[in-house]
């Protein structure tokens, strides 16, 4: 009721970022938060066993639960200040691995959930072809797998037809270990010259470098070079990236790298060397990944911290010209927004969606400090517990 | 109104634990959360750059403004789950280093601001006397000075007739740095055969090890125990703990370590070994030391995550008999209670004072968790966020 043309807000006394944009998230993984911790059987301690237990948990989702699940995942991000997701989306099939009646059951359901929430969502539709090297998809990767790339484009292709300004398709061949050479190549041909995003699984643990190495004589990332899917800057996002040789340093040039912090740690991945990476010209971006905890406040502190303790110094991703708060905090916006294929989101400007998170000035966490210091302090020492209002496409959604 | 002599409550649908001990603080650092993130001239990205700025703040508190801001430390503390309290507390005079007037008033400025609020209190009164090796101590240090050792002691004796069920008096020599042999030995035989527990930074910084060896051609603890500090079991927590020698994992057992792992990634100081202690018999007790964070479950949560960074496995602290989110959780609360030398804090038991912090079921980190799955993901992947009451000697206070 301003008597002008458009609504006036009074937005309190907040710290208004950009949405944050969650560049990395396998959402249905929420089911498993504080269910891996205690010791079981073989091999307690590891990455693997860990895995062990989301397939189980991935094998017995019936759509519904996958939509359910996914929803509810989707609403304690919305609730966190994220407004704009990646999910890397590899549960396409019955859990025999045999294409749904309607073939894109889960895809849509996990589109319908985001468009329920009204988040911004980029489908990463993986590609998953076997278990390693010469070796059939286990029984308890069927769900993931087409039967032919062919099957996996038309999947895609029908998919991007339903894209528009709240959902965008990209495209995620898993990792090195699930999909072989040529079928790379071919990814690499199919979307060459297009602007589709293509995200990948890259040198998480040292086995999956060793056994790359083993098949091809190449690094992950100079596998993936060689098959030409880093011939476009800006379109292919590492995921990880943690064991890199400095050539892989180099092959990411001008490309981008999700780093997920708390999952990675979770899993004992190990660091990733975000300040060689943002001093070498890669762009950054920050993912919930297992979706164990869900705050991009948290990961980049993590992105930051986690690099003083491997130098033993402080201020690690910042220099002269930008602090390390402003390179976390564009990584969990600005640089989710470019990983994910979309020109706006993480941006505030005049003339583009008004997607925001807001932090509120008086939360214990920021009580007393303003501007620069609040921002500090939250990117630094702060969570997203502190976010008060999430707004998407000018409307106010917590 | 139950018509029973005792009230009947509800508590609603909460994991109830022992109230948070948080065996190490400077509140009054509190000042400087999110205002030492940017470079300035000399030497920006270091510990020791950072205790200038630390410095800066120390030097300008009036005593009025050491009980405010310590007050509402203290207040963020116990929103968090904190329900006791060991105050690292070293600004004894003016900015001259001339006692005031009332020769506590700045110990006394901390023990009322802690009755403001409930919370039980260890004041761990502070010896300091150098700025290193054959150094007096800097301008900037002045105020933590005392004339003697005898008058430090004499002001720790008068300070201990105040002691009651709410308070207790420790000692804390500063550091080998602060603090030279002599000293150390005569605060030994002062406290030998009492309860009082002492506290020191110990091994935060690879420099403090080498001016140490270049001093006295002994490792931090090596000095401690020569000088008699480890003679009783259970009285000695070393703060940080972190560039350890094989030798001082063994000077260690029986006696309490007291991580501070946000802290420390902010510092640059490095990981604690907190399962190489754990396994050799050291007590862990866990600390919000700069308090730029005031979360002690994230704390734990980075204890046992950034082993896993560390040793690229899973399950780092835990074994068979216990998992690792009790084992920091232990830290969390019965761990610090003993460092502090109370025997009830971090129980939970019928005949002690009931101290508890309650985290809500309901809370999005919990929501469809119960039991041993929501005690492990509050541990794991959680935030002190997810508490909604904290109790104090049966009292709700949140």
Redesign the interface.
């Known amino acids: 009721p301003s008597g002008l043309d458009f609504p006036v807000r009074e937005l309190g006394r907040v710290l208004v970022m950009p949405g944050l944009v969650n560049a990395h998230s396998h959402a249905f993984q929420r ?1 498993i ?7 079981g059987e073989a091999d ?4 693997w ?2 895995r062990d237990a989301m397939y189980a948990v991935a094998l017995r989702l019936d759509p519904d639960e996958v939509y359910t699940l996914t929803r ?1 995942c989707f ?2 991000m919305r ?1 966190s200040g994220i407004t704009c997701v990646g999910e890397f989306h590899y549960l396409h099939h019955d859990p025999e691995g045999r294409p749904y009646a309607q073939p894109h059951r889960l895809s849509e359901a996990v589109i319908s959930a985001a468009r329920e929430l009204g988040l911004r969502l980029t489908l990463l539709e993986v590609f998953y072809a076997r278990a390693g090297a010469g070796l059939p998809p286990r029984p308890e990767q069927r769900r993931f797998c087409d039967a032919s790339l062919e099957h996996f484009l038309a999947r895609v292709e029908a998919l991007r037809e339903g894209e528009d300004p709240q959902l965008r398709i990209g495209i995620a061949p898993h990792s090195v270990r699930a999909v072989g050479r040529p079928a790379l190549e071919q990814l690499a041909r199919w979307r060459a010259g297009t602007d589709i995003p293509v995200h990948m699984h890259i040198s998480e643990q ?1 086995r999956e470098n060793e056994e790359c190495q083993a098949e091809h004589g190449l690094t992950p990332l100079g596998l993936v070079e060689a098959c030409g899917l880093l011939d476009d800057p800006g379109r292919f996002t590492a995921v990880h990236a943690i064991h890199l040789e400095d050539a892989d340093f180099e092959r990411l040039r001008g490309q981008q790298v999700c780093a997920c912090p ?1 999952t ?8 990733v060397l975000a300040d060689r990476l943002h001093a070498g010209g890669v762009g950054l971006a920050l993912g919930s990944d297992s979706n ?4 991009l406040v948290l990961e980049g502190s993590a992105l930051e ?2 690099l ?2 491997l ?6 991703l ?3 010209a930008q ?3 402003a390179v976390v905090a564009g990584a969990a916006t600005l640089g989710g927004g470019r990983a994910l294929g979309w020109t706006h989101a993480g941006r505030l400007r005049v003339g583009v969606p008004f997607d925001a998170a807001l932090f509120d000035l008086d939360d ?1 966490l920021l ?3 303003e501007g ?7 990117w ?4 997203s ?1 502190a976010c008060s209002q999430s707004w998407i496409d000018g409307v106010r959604r917590v």
């Open positions: 089911a938060r504080g269910k891996t911790h205690r010791r307690p301690n590891s990455f066993s860990w509810d609403a304690e609730a040292v708390s990675e740690a979770d899993l004992g991945d190990g660091i164990a905890r869900i705050d911290m986690n003083r303790l130098r033993q110094a402080r201020l690690c910042g220099d002269a602090p390390s708060s214990p009580r007393g400090l620069q210091e609040a921002f500090d302090a939250l630094m020492a702060g969570s517990r």
